[in-house]
């Protein structure tokens, strides 16, 4: 059974950091692309940044400059590194990812870390 399990979130002050990070467990053969989402109370789920497994990189507008996606592959880790953080980057953000398994690639959500910034 594949797992993802964020880490990482918490209360932050406008202008401060976070670091998420997702890890993947279970019976894995190969991660493709992995992501980070957010989705903040009456918002439709918005995708943040992705990576693929070569290293290439994705972000939302509103996002580019202050998020740093990164990944280990060895590890089976994505982090998103969060600078300059603003309120309206406050949202309950989720990992997923592309996993083969035994044989098929299914993708897979975590569960969610919350992030709030205010002051």
């Known amino acids: 059974q594949v797992q993802l399990v964020e880490s990482g979130g918490g209360l932050v002050q406008p202008g401060g950091s976070l670091r998420l990070s997702c890890a993947a467990s279970?019976?894995?053969?190969?991660?493709?692309?992995m992501r980070w989402y957010r989705q903040a109370p009456g918002n439709q789920r918005e995708l943040v940044a992705s990576?693929?497994?070569?290293?290439?990189?994705n972000y939302v507008d509103s996002v580019k400059g202050r998020f740093t996606i990164s990944r280990d592959n060895a590890k089976r880790t994505v982090t998103l590194q969060m600078n300059s953080l603003k309120p309206e980057d406050t949202a309950v953000y989720l990992c997923?990812?592309?996993?083969?398994?035994?044989?098929?690639?299914?993708?897979?959500w975590g569960q969610g870390t919350q992030v709030t910034v205010s002051s």
């Open positions: 997923y990812a592309d996993i083969q398994g035994a044989t098929q690639v299914w993708g897979y």
């Open positions: 279970g019976s894995i053969f190969n991660i493709y692309t």
């Open positions: 990576i693929t497994s070569g290293g290439s990189t």
